[in-house]
């Protein structure tokens, strides 16, 4: 396999994970079939404040009510559709699944873009660097997750190229609207209230469907460029608990960089 390595076209999103809720995590996937959560919470929502409020509510309201509570729940309480969970129950596609932030504030995503559109990004890939394990990523002047850093993007590109990593399948996610939806686990409760919450979403136009892959490279190399970013702490630090979770079926020579989208 080979892809489009222009570091020109490779744009570090700031980050996703902080949220005021305690719900840490972010959802990606199909835009209409999260948007439909979000409106099966809204419509949930109306019937909660009727009954409280001692107003008449009709029997098939109050089931209808528990069908999609219950649905929700499984969404984003007892995590039905993280991703590791749905290849722990061997799914083959799905069209949404969650990431966990394994503590992090925030999550620094990149992506490619194909194509600058009027209103939305066309993207070729997406990838999440979950192999970060400080909590608090540093904010200042000196923060390596911008645009600006080009020379940071030209390592992360090395340590995703396919060429030189090994690229696990793990699912398909499927798009039919071939527009893909980011946004915090929050999303389904906030993002009508307010044009604030608005932020906490991003969009791209995609194909209709993505395989979904766990990156894993050269360990000695990845964590000497991630580290070199920061004078202050370590970006990555092996003796993290959760950093030797995920390691710990790879060969002491290799890491799991993180999740690609493609």
């Known amino acids: 396999?080979?892809?489009?390595?222009?570091?020109?076209?490779?744009?570090?999103?700031?980050?996703?994970?902080?949220?005021?809720?305690?719900?840490?995590?972010?959802?990606?996937?199909?835009?209409?079939?999260?948007?439909?959560?979000?409106?099966?919470?809204?419509?949930?929502?109306?019937?909660?404040?009727?009954?409280?409020?001692?107003?008449?509510?009709?029997?098939?309201?109050?089931?209808?009510?528990?069908?999609?509570d219950n649905k929700l729940d499984g969404f984003f309480v007892e995590d039905k559709l993280d991703l590791y969970e749905l290849i722990k129950q061997k799914k083959k596609k799905t069209e949404t699944f969650t990431l966990s932030s394994k503590g992090r504030m925030l999550t620094p995503h990149f992506f490619f873009v194909e194509k600058e559109m009027p209103r939305q990004l066309k993207i070729k890939y997406y990838f999440i660097a979950d192999?970060?394990?400080n909590i608090l990523l540093p904010f200042s002047d000196n923060d390596p997750f911008n645009n600006k850093n080009e020379e940071f993007k030209k390592?992360?590109?090395?340590?995703?190229?396919?060429?030189?990593?090994?690229?696990?399948?793990l699912l398909d996610l499927e798009i039919p609207m071939e527009t893909l939806m980011v946004?915090?686990?929050?999303?389904?409760?906030?993002?009508?209230?307010?044009?604030?919450?608005?932020?906490?979403?991003?969009?791209?136009?995609?194909?209709?469907?993505?395989?979904?892959?766990?990156?894993?490279?050269?360990?000695?190399?990845?964590?000497?460029?991630?580290?070199?970013?920061?004078?202050?702490?370590?970006?990555?630090?092996?003796?993290?608990?959760?950093?030797k979770y995920a390691n710990e079926d790879l060969p002491n020579d290799k890491v799991y960089h993180g999740i690609m989208l493609y």
């Open 1 to 68: 396999m080979k892809i489009d390595l222009d570091h020109k076209k490779f744009h570090i999103d700031g980050g996703w994970g902080i949220e005021p809720t305690g719900m840490k995590g972010t959802l990606f996937g199909n835009s209409l079939t999260i948007q439909g959560y979000a409106h099966d919470y809204k419509h949930v929502e109306k019937i909660a404040d009727k009954i409280s409020a001692k107003k008449n509510v009709s029997e098939k309201a109050r089931k209808e009510m528990s069908e999609i």
């Open 131 to 133: 192999v970060i394990t």
């Open 155 to 169: 390592e992360i590109l090395n340590h995703i190229d396919p060429r030189k990593t090994e690229w696990k399948h």
């Open 183 to 243: 946004c915090d686990k929050s999303y389904y409760r906030d993002r009508w209230k307010s044009k604030e919450a608005a932020r906490e979403l991003a969009s791209f136009a995609t194909s209709k469907k993505m395989k979904v892959y766990a990156i894993i490279t050269d360990r000695k190399s990845l964590l000497k460029i991630y580290n070199s970013q920061s004078t202050e702490n370590k970006l990555i630090d092996e003796n993290d608990h959760v950093f």
